[in-house]
């Protein structure tokens, strides 16, 4: 997520990534059910007309619509002492209808009734929360601070339905609330604890049996964002109702109910939408805010007239009081909080309709031409995924909604889905197939999580990778299936290579890990737990077979309908469906840190011999993994591969391969199926490399030439012997060849300072293994090109960039960023961002400034995405510093803010004007990005060059105030970076001169 690496070392400490020029230098974001079918009217787009002369209030309406005209928010003190005509109002559990249907109907008879002229919007509110129970309630007891010692919710009360009001006031940046949560109480308890932070609470009391009890105090555990209601009695076992009036402002870092801003017609709107994952709900109501704790939920959103109102499922009913709109939605399933939705903005849809679900696509009105891939992708996905499950999809609605600020790529809200705008948007006339792509993978990956996720949801957050793996993986698989000409296996590798890389840290942790903080729930969003996950999801169905792995995965989904489960559950009815260990296997793989090296070595004509270790910084552990090993092989004499599967478990093992030839060569981890990297021994390196094309496919050989460059990293081997295989290798004309040659060389090019002989020397041998394939692609495609040779040409271009062009390539460059500046429909999609970063190479202020208006003026967020990035590559410290100031100011938007750092931390020349940057800046970082985006940050302080910044890293972030505790595990892993980064430095450095040299080890 940047642009030059900042050294050789450096980049091979994360050896892993897919040529990190093609990631980094992007910019691209880290990127059966009996459900009642409700006949959902569709929501309008603009304000109904009032209807006057309606029927008068019934009489709970009424008493709230009195009990309104002496009290204007939650937070007004109560106008007398609750009484018993007024307790009828707060319709106790045991008054609701039986069925969440009867009590939407109930509400809905509740609104049709209800006069509305001349009633205010907040008299409405009251009739739909418990009306004039709420209002009429004492004030609740002022907040007691306490430190408690768990950060977990008692077990003994559990929620079973919520009833939630929200008035949201966008362009006044605040929102307030009512909320009557029924739950069940399992044994007696003279407490009640929800989640909750920064809420004002103006209301707090409880139900039960017809009777309000009001807490003799109200403890807030900031810590551990607890709220607790101490009751003057116990509650007797059985049900009851909790009940809370709330206020808050929208939230300014996407997180929980948050305002966005967007430009509509010139004129700039404010809008208000959720983001509850992973733990962010509490911000928008109290709640019990844990995966297992299950509940309905019927929202009511009271809002702007002239804004659209979605959330999880149709709506019901709407209704329009002057300026303002109650609309009420329908009961959704049961489900985990935090896939709660609310969006309230100016939007546009397009629609369609796939087995039976309508499907819509929100944008803002100017972007609505950019929609139509994402309704064509959704409706791929939902067919092929109820296809997959055999469980239709539970809702009758899904709305995918391009939000302008947000903080994720996507959140898989049930059946709203939200979304980035660059993961959900494309220009039929202007996007690259990698945008295509990008939103294809995501838009997918969302769907799966409507099964995996939210029908079936994981017990803890310890289990994330269950939701998260297997949607990464499965993402890939149906898209492939979809889409066979955008080699999708392709482009998961250069996931799975971060996740290697990162995994092969001491610093790392197991895929499945015990967390408890709202911090270390945040960390769990990794590499580790969507593209690690992914590959072993993928290498166990792999070795299973695909109709045995699906099965399994069926019978699983079937057992845990509306629930929650854990790894043990599922990898269990894989075993059960295929017979094989997968419990065992599983549990080596998700519940170790790091993952093994397989080296082997041939003991006889058809004979490997085996051994493994825990590969990386942590060599010396005595882990073993039982590895599905897939070995592709050919024999003498046949003109066929043949594939032998084997469970490797011991330390060393021999396998002996079928057949009655001797070995020609062998793959390891043939189909690059399996998550982890392989070292051969004697002659099978060269075999491997020497393999024909037609027997190896292009993830493979690049999976043989990236396991070299990582033994190298990691494992004392010496750079010399993978630079040779590299340029052995170098004629490759496959996409994916191509693209590692350049970004190989483009990280090699960082380690050497500028104006050194050797410098020199290996960039003229870089441009000669380039030359072949920049004679053959040139800078614009031939008629009827492939995608595959387009994005070849990108790659070439951006590495011919970096080293030390000569001034016609640059000036070519100039001349086709000019050329796309003034007319974007005029250059090839698939070559913009290397044309834009090669001109600015060289390029001046006049130019910086260009690219600075056309990115404010972009109308894809891919164009924007890349003129981001391509002004953080105009050369020396102005330029560097000039980027950074825009992140602090209204020229990028917050949620893109830490996208510069990246570029800036890797390069050598610039990186201390960086640091600088945001060590006088970090409170400001803070409070724009919000802390999660802030602690990216942190994990690009790992392209620091030098061993000195340890010290200097560690001073900083070691002072009270500075740490985010959600960057925790990202600031370990960049100090050991940098230390690895500098011990390879040193030792690798007379091999790389030999190799200049000419010289063999």
Known sequence: MGTKLAAFAAALSLAAAQPVWATLRSQSAPIPIDVPSFAAPALPEQAAPMTPDLPSLPPAAAAAAAAAAAATSPDAAPAAPLSAAVHAAAVPAAARPATAQGALDHMNDDLKTARTGGQTARALQQSYDGGAAVESAPAAPALEPVQGSSDRLPAEVVPSHYHVTLTVDPDGGRFQG????????????DRITVNAKELKIAKAYVVENGRMIQPLKLQVDEKNELLTLVLPQALPKGSATVVFAFSAPLNLTMQGLYQSTAKVGGREEKYAFTQMEPTYGRLAMPMFDEPAMKATFDVTAIAPAKYVVLSNMPAGKRRVEGDRQIVTFKTTPK?????????VANLKKISGKQDGVVINVWTLPQQIGQAGFALKAAKQALHRLNEYFAIPYPLPKMDQIAVPDFQAGAMENWGAITYRDSAVLVDPKLSSLKAYKRVGEVVFHEWVHQWRGNLDTMAWWN???????????????????WQPKWRMWESFEGGKRSALGIDALKNTRAVQSDVKSSAEIEQMFDPLSYEKGGAVLRMIESYLGENTFRRGMRAHMRAHLYGNSTAADLFGALQKASGQPVSTMAKDWLTQPGYPLVTVAQSGPRALSLSQKRFGAASDS???????????YRLSGEKKAREQRVVFSKGQDTVELPGKGELVWADANGGSTGFYRVAYEGRLLDAVMAAKKAELSPVERSG?????????????????????ALEKSSGDQSQMMVEDLAGYLTRIDDLLPEGAQERRQFEARARAMLAPHYKRLGWKPAKGENEQLKASRAAVLGAMAQLDPDKAFIAEARRYAERYLKNPKSVDPSVVGAVLVAAAKGGDSGLFEAYRQAMKAATTPEQRDRYIGALTQFPGPDYARKILAMTLSEDIRAQDGWRPYGSVFADPQRQAVAWEFLKANWPNIRQRFGDHDAARLLSYLGGLQGREWIGAVQGFFGQDGNMVAQGTRYLQQSLETIGLNADFTEKQRQPFERWLSGKRS
């Open 178 to 189: 009512v909320s009557r949560i029924e739950v069940e109480v399992q044994k007696p308890v």
């Open 335 to 343: 489900m985990s909080t935090y896939l709660l939705a609310l969006a």
């Open 463 to 481: 289990d994330l990778w269950l939701n998260e793996a297997f949607a990464t993986w499965l993402a890939y698989k149906l898209l492939d299936r």
């Open 622 to 632: 005595a882990q073993t993994w039982a590895i599905p090993l897939v070995i592709r």
């Open 704 to 724: 043989v030439l990236n396991d070299l460059w990582a033994v190298v990293r990691y494992n004392g081997d010496t750079v010399d012997r993978f630079l040779s």
